[in-house]
């Protein structure tokens, strides 16, 4: 039996914009209300814990829509 429904986790590379980041809807909610409350917050946690992908995928389109202007990552190098 073959599986061809594509995996929704792009593995060591991070989710981009438009993509679906599944299972962090509540780090989303959470980090959403923060950012709206506070306006500056660090995101923390280990290198491959998925801070990009939670921004790129999930936390920039929510923050477009609430009328925020988000800027492009940067990468250092």
Do not use: C, D, H
Request: glycine share 10%; charged share 25%.
């Amino acid at each position: 039996m073959t599986n061809t429904r594509p995996n929704p986790y792009p593995g060591p590379r991070s989710f981009e914009r438009g993509e679906t980041l599944y299972g962090r809807q509540r780090e989303t909610w959470e980090a959403l209300n923060l950012l709206i409350a506070e306006r500056i917050v660090l995101l923390v946690a280990p290198s491959g814990a998925g801070k990009t992908s939670l921004v790129q995928a999930a936390l920039a389109p929510e923050l477009e829509k609430e009328g925020f202007r988000v800027l492009p990552i940067m990468r250092p190098g």
